[in-house]
């Protein structure tokens, strides 16, 4: 049972364009969702976070927009940059200290 | 340290035989995390350590795989009598562990182990 799902495990986006991330789940009891950036031979690292109680939360480049409704969050960058190309996963928890993350979505940004 | 550290960073055993794990944790967060990654796939929890509480070890795949984690820091992951199936990357991470905001996890590069 796959409660957190990134369906598409890739995108392709030109440089100085907008990058924008999908990740759907199943269980409305998640209270807090994170994004992770991952390149080759390195570990994940932390990117942004977003809490139930709120649609929308802004760093720099990055926005993380959440949709309870439709139990959909989205990460935008903007503008790309190449140094973005690098796998992100979306994660969810519950309260708790289990993280429950989606596949990956392997982003490549072109020049 | 600085950050999490993991060692080996790569390991090519044989099937059959035995491989530790290791990761040193940041100094002062009191949970870690093991996760397992195979190749296309995300991360696969595997075992948690909170302080002095007993860890969750419900999602280690057999009872070929054991964790310990010592004095409350260092923490080694065993695989006995490895399998091809196995071959992944091992992924440590620490936490300050779970407070009243997002649990962010401090992961370190990995080991990857390729069994032959």
């Known amino acids: 049972d796959q409660q957190v799902k990134q369906n598409s495990p890739s995108l392709s986006v030109q440089e100085g364009r907008i990058s924008i991330l999908n990740c759907d789940y199943t269980n409305s009891m998640f209270d807090y969702f994170l994004w992770y950036k991952k390149y080759p031979a390195e570990g994940p690292t932390f990117l942004i976070s977003i809490s139930s109680i709120k649609d929308k939360n802004e760093d720099g480049r990055f926005t993380v927009f959440l949709n309870k409704s439709a139990k959909h969050l989205s990460l935008h960058i903007v503008p790309s940059q190449p140094g973005d190309s690098a796998v992100y996963f979306c994660?969810?928890?519950?309260?708790?200290?289990?993280?429950?993350w989606g596949a990956g979505t392997k982003l490549i940004i072109k020049p | 340290g600085a950050g999490v550290s993991q060692s080996p960073s790569n390991k090519v055993t044989e099937k059959g035989k035995d491989v530790e794990l290791r990761c040193d944790p940041i100094?002062?967060?009191?949970?870690l995390y093991w996760y397992r990654q195979s190749l296309g796939q995300g991360l696969e929890f595997l075992i948690y350590f909170q302080g002095n509480s007993a860890p969750d070890k419900s999602g280690l795949p057999s009872d070929r795989f054991s964790a310990e984690r010592t004095g409350g820091s260092v923490s080694t992951l065993t695989i006995q009598r490895t399998q091809q199936e196995d071959s992944a990357v091992y992924l440590c991470?620490?936490?300050?562990?779970?407070?009243?905001?997002?649990?962010?996890?401090?992961f370190g590069a990995g080991s990857r182990l390729t069994v032959l």
């Open positions: 100094s002062g967060h009191t949970a």
């Open positions: 994660a969810a928890s519950r309260g708790g200290y289990q993280l429950i």
């Open positions: 991470a620490s936490s300050l562990g779970v407070s009243s905001g997002a649990n962010v996890l401090t």
